[in-house]
């Protein structure tokens, strides 16, 4: 095994949550499959990394902790190479920002929510670090 393919996100909606994290920068659509039963595989992310496999709640206890996956920490990571740019860019989308950003030991950091309310962190790794 050499690396982690997917990560699941519960989502309320499908096209909503594809045209939000198709947004997000270097993300696109990678797969949206139908399944039968209004079920489809949908796969958002940035080219050759993890993907985001799009979940569509299925029952109370699914739509309970859509936007809360991580039980209010931070779920998911996205490194980019230029954080100014990036974050900058998404502002200009709407994108939520819940702190300023800041200069941590492995880069800079800000903490961001995504349409459902699941906290993120947009990172620009310093050079070596993971």
């Not at 982690?4 to 797969?31: K, N, S």
């Not at 800041?102 to 961001?112: I, K």
């Amino acid at each position: 095994m050499s690396r982690i393919a997917l990560a699941t996100v519960l989502v309320a909606d499908y096209d909503e949550a594809i045209g939000w994290y198709a947004a997000l920068p270097g993300f696109r659509l990678r797969d949206d499959t139908p399944l039968g039963e209004g079920k489809r595989w949908v796969v958002v992310g940035p080219k050759g990394g993890c993907g985001l496999l799009i979940a569509l709640a299925a029952d109370e206890a699914q739509r309970a902790a859509i936007g809360n996956q991580a039980a209010g920490r931070v779920a998911f990571f996205l490194h980019t190479d230029d954080f100014v740019r990036d974050h900058a860019a998404m502002l200009a989308a709407g994108v939520v920002f819940v702190e300023e950003p800041r200069h941590e030991p492995y880069g800079t950091v800000a903490v961001f929510r995504d349409l459902y309310g699941n906290l993120w962190d947009l990172i620009e790794p310093k050079s070596g670090a993971a």
